[in-house]
């Protein structure tokens, strides 16, 4: 049973790579493209176009999970790679890497299949994002990311990451006031459409740096509450 | 445990294809019936006829496969149907004659039924629903369905497939501009409907090509993801 | 493991009959209370007041399912209940009148709960729902969770039944035109209230009457599709 | 496997009680936060922002028990930490009185740190929500709440109760007319932002009574419908 951490999956890396792009470039696919939709068919009624995204981004996300869990991690995410690395995931620094590479390429080529999708130029956002309360929600939504998938999966409940991620980001949207990208691929991936799910340049180094910090709070919380023991013999 | 590929299952064929025939006809039924009702309670607002209609669609379809899954093994989808034969699924020509004749006639079937049930009277659509995206959009609902639906199958989580395929359906009405229909019995069954899933029959035939197109493509990302293995003695 | 049918449970007769008696209640006080929450707060958006309505109902029905499934088989409903009775689920006539009697008396009450929690009186319905439409989605909606219910428990999975019941009646609020009333308890509970949710007295009968036309259609396909097997020794 | 009653974990105290600070000040950041978003997005449509806010809980809800079951029981609730005792659970005083102080810290923070992300400043609610219609909801809402908790876990079913208890309070949050407060460490939390979800402090004391006496009758439910057994030898 291959879990999001701890388990070097012994498929060959260039397919655990390819998981990891089409995954990450589904899920901006789905961020963005339900975005479009949402904006297009329910104009001027903000909180129904963010009702219908993030139904669509849970869901998805719950089954872009299941789909590749198995295979890569299912990570599309830079910073659960790090976590997973700096938590003992046991990763070599040539995976890191290519699933980097493979997450942030994935994410762009997301944005670009949404756009060609619904008939739209692929052009950078010109929407600003940085407010303070932004960035804390940007910290709290990536530190309780990273607790979610730890815990479950130090507590021998893999099977529960893909619908307990799902959850936790639909409503991470809401309860979150930036609607929670919690995600470095998903964030410059959505530079790359200048629709609902977009953000512009120059708001996406903070947005970073936030869920850099808040990825570090969340492994710290995983140590202090979830330590790893030893096996029972 | 009859999963949705690979196993014959021990049932005659009459009553698999005839579970091929009602779950098709449920299917058809809850798209175009819970499309009638949005557009009776909800004119003028898309979005929230959209969201009713996926709503309804990705629940009933869970449910639909829970139902079959043992029976028939639920395709309820000729390319289903053909990719399960592609990929290794066992089934006789004969078997596959009968389930993609029981999903067609069922598909027309479901949608004259939500029309009686609507008291709402079974004429061809006049929706026009090509454009450029939208095919693109059915190349990706497809593809991404098969992938779903094999690639859970073939790491042994058959048990998954219903949610996974409702929910990723759900979402799919959303992401890919053309509403997902992913489905050649499907499509055709909503050709007999003038109301809100309805598509007119001279755009059926350049959905139902996209359709065949990201269904290969599909089964092909299977054949490279999660390739057979042989089973450990 | 207590199932929903062919499983006579050890508890008292006197402890399943009050689980089918505040189940119920709880069920109609969920329908009624919903229904008047979202006629309150979503007035002239028949649409959204519906998908208010009705998610709440999927929700707590598959939650009420859980909890005295165990106890009762979580009927809430005459047409189940005499539908195990005629499937050979092994409840003795005495338990099959006890039943009965709970869940009507259960279904009354709970309107009455709704109308206090809301300070609304107690007043019957003058909401007229019968069509021929309308008639025809009470029959396919009752013949469809009959299927769902004993498909699932013949095929060893009646741990399904409660999210599966709860997704497929959400789903029928929306697929039938009569919104799937589908219970004759829940139907007579809902005379009592003049709001949302509410049946006038006129119309009452023939939807019994297509009530239990679906569940005898729905207990035939039972029996045709998923036949009792001899248990292997 | 730890549960939510009856069994004392083997983790140390500040370790739990620092879960059910987390875990109740993440549910109160969630119900303020997602009110808050609501609010701001869906002005004037009332229905929607309760969807919108009652889907964010129920989901969050759910992962939350998920997340912290295994560690401290996931109570994040006072009359569920004091039920648990009087249905025999096995904490100790000191527990007890750690747990309580958990929660109540963390239901204040939760409802600052919602303030924090949306740059609203914390201050005492005005929102007035006493009527004898909103208190039988509260009662109604706890004791059903207890109900879910105890017969599941009693039931040996104790891996359901995360997503029932979510399910439940989101459908709870229409079917009561109160909306489902059902918990004095959130109720008391909610004070401290006058935004969708506040509290008024006087409408608090009346509410509080409410839940206390809907946790004593769903505790005598419990005892009466699921009664303690020997366990096997």
Known sequence: MNTTTTTISP????????????GT??????????GIAAQNLSPHLGGLELLENSIATATA????ILLFQNLSGAHFNPVVTLADRAL???HMARDVAAYLVAQLSGGVMGAVLANL????????STTHRVTDGHLLGE????????LVI???TRSGRSGLVAPAVGGYIGAAYWFTSSTSFANPAVTIGRIFTDTFAGITPSS???YLAAQFLGAALGAGLVALLFPLRKAPK
Chains 1, 2, 3, 4 share one sequence.
Do not use: K, Q, Y
């Open 11 to 22: 498929e060959p890396l260039w397919r655990r790579a390819t998981a990891e792009f089409l």
């Open 25 to 34: 470039a589904l899920l901006v696919a789905v961020v963005v493209g339900s």
């Open 61 to 64: 996300l719950t089954v872009l």
């Open 88 to 90: 003992g995931g046991g």
């Open 117 to 124: 999708m619904f008939d739209t130029p692929t052009r950078l």
């Open 139 to 146: 910290v709290v939504a990536t530190a309780g990311l990273i």
């Open 150 to 152: 730890f815990a479950l």
């Open 204 to 206: 996406t180094p903070r």
